[in-house]
């Protein structure tokens, strides 16, 4: 079974690759687009979540009825149907509207692309071009270097090298009380530590939490570099110490292989 942190790091994977699509844009990220995702498996419900946080209309198909109930009870589709019929004339609604929105619907994938086909229906996003990606294992940049490599420097003389600090890194947090508002409030501080042009990440704070729900199990994750996880963690360490934070958090940070993991908690009194 797929751990919650692999789950939400495939979903933010998938959501990255979507929002650097042509389609794209800062306010209303792919609404307006519909994304076809094809088959309801571990892969299809990453992307369909992934779709929801970028602002898609997804369409997702399985003939599995169970899988199909237990995708709407998770919250990752919105809508069951048993046609595509039914499905094309709630994700027409929603595409004019340009609002979000997940149907699936209880058929074989080929079977709905075959009626697709027959209809001209050309989504314009689709999933079979995302999956390869989703199957292997978590392949993240921040995971892969061994922890003996060192990170790179820019010499002075020189500053058209790398800049260290723009070095992929993965950050997750979780808080002690497990309460939806102490994790809002560390999402608050995330916003804080993000640039105004950042709206990727920034749109991915705001939503990630409404539509992984449950499926996170508590889990924060952001797919960012090492300049934002110092600024973090430190804004975090500030916060805590100063009597702002009155819960325990637990940081995670992932760069070049190594797994950097930071505990806070306020003072007894």
Sequence with gaps: MTSSFEFVAGVARAYAALVVAPHANRESGLGGKLFYTGDLDEAGRALVVAANIAGAA??????????????????????????????????????????????????????????????????????????????????????????????????????TEPDPGKTPALITWRVGSALPKDLARLDEIALSCLEPEEWKSRRWLRLSPRYL?????????????????????????????????????????????????????????
């Design 58 to 159: 997804t369409l997702v198909a399985t003939a599995d009825s169970a899988a199909q109930k237990q995708a709407v009870r998770d919250g990752v589709a919105d809508f069951a149907v048993t046609t595509l019929d039914e499905a094309l004339r709630i994700l027409k609604n929603q595409l004019r509207k340009r609002e979000t929105v997940a149907v699936c619907v209880a058929l074989a994938p080929s079977e709905v692309e075959n009626e697709m086909n027959e209809r001209g229906v050309a989504p314009d996003l689709l999933g079979r071009e995302l999956r390869h990606d989703l199957r292997i294992p978590l392949l993240h940049q921040a995971l892969l270097l061994e922890e003996s490599e060192e990170a790179p420097t820019v010499p002075e003389d020189n500053p």
């Design 213 to 269: 729900g449950r499926l996170a199990q508590g889990l924060r994750l952001l797919d960012a570099d090492r300049e934002f996880s110092a600024r973090f963690i430190d804004r975090v360490r500030q916060s805590v110490e100063q009597g702002e934070i009155a819960f325990a958090v637990e940081i995670v940070s992932y760069f070049r292989g190594r797994r950097d993991e930071f505990r806070f908690a306020p003072a007894k009194p």
